[in-house]
Antibody, heavy 121, light 107 residues
Framework: EVQLLESGGEVVQPGGSLRLSCSAS????????MSWVRQAPGKGLEWVSS????????NYADSVNGRFIISRDNSNNMLYLQMNSLRVEDAAVYYC???????????????WGAGTVVTVS | AIRITQSPSSLSASAGDRITITCRAS??????LAWYHQKPGKAPKLLIY???SLQSEVPARFSGTGSGTDFTLTITRLQPDDFATYYC?????????FGQGTKVESK
């Protein structure tokens, strides 16, 4: 069964750092681009970052650019999000998601994990 | 960034009803538009990709149309399991952006 499982969310003080992990199972991570999407309490979905299958193409939302770093370890089927200089407004449920494979370009977010909660306070 | 305007923000409907949700992009996104639904406390689930392609195992009562800037999600014969919040998302260009969501509630 294809699954994504996030971990690493916890309570952190403003200005602090946190690393989120996403463990993939049931498929080879190297074959897919991956993304992080977040949802603040009671709010809608906000795309955070995406990384291509081999890691060479990375994009960030303006709100996190320069503070967050997305990375991947294909050999261990793991995706990461290093979050630095955390702000109160970064508090959210963070989801990792698999990007639909397209021959050219990026696809939709076809598989989602259950999310991990980050509290900044 | 491309703005996505989704409407309505909420609607009330009954099981068996047909409902329509629309998304308008501030610029052309071709057919790089997806629809998701989300239940409280759960992760979003992909329903439609490429504006009109039904994701595997999603019931055929869901359908999507549109291209360019105007898109529609239609649910025919609404089922109890369909009461949720629906989001559209463009993945034509970064930063990817979502609509603000439509909450579908039971009348």
């Amino acid at each position: 069964e294809v699954q994504l499982l996030e971990s690493g969310g916890e309570v952190v003080q403003p200005g602090g750092s946190l690393r989120l992990s996403c463990s993939a199972s049931g498929f080879s991570l190297s074959g897919y681009a991956m993304s992080w999407v977040r949802q603040a309490p009671g709010k809608g979905l906000e795309w955070v970052s995406s990384i291509a299958g081999r890691g060479g193409n990375i994009n960030y939302a303006d709100s996190v650019n320069g503070r967050f770093i997305i990375s991947r370890d294909n050999s261990n089927n793991m995706l990461y999000l290093q979050m630095n200089s955390l702000r109160v407004e970064d508090a959210a449920v963070y989801y990792c998601a698999r990007v639909e494979w397209l021959f050219l370009g990026w696809g939709a977010l076809e598989i989602w994990g259950a999310g991990t909660v980050v509290t900044v306070s | 960034a491309i703005r996505i305007t989704q409407s309505p923000s909420s609607l009330s409907a009954s099981a068996g009803d047909r409902i329509t949700i629309t998304c308008r992009a501030s610029q052309d996104v071709s057919t790089y538009l997806a629809w998701y639904h989300q239940k409280p406390g759960k992760a979003p689930k992909l329903l439609i990709y490429g504006a009109s392609s039904l994701q595997s195992e999603v019931p055929a009562r869901f359908s999507g149309t549109g291209s360019g800037t105007d898109f529609t999600l239609t649910i025919t014969r609404l089922q109890p399991d369909d009461f949720a919040t629906y989001y559209c998302q463009q993945y034509y260009t970064f930063p990817w952006t979502f609509g603000q969501g439509t909450k579908v509630e039971s009348k």
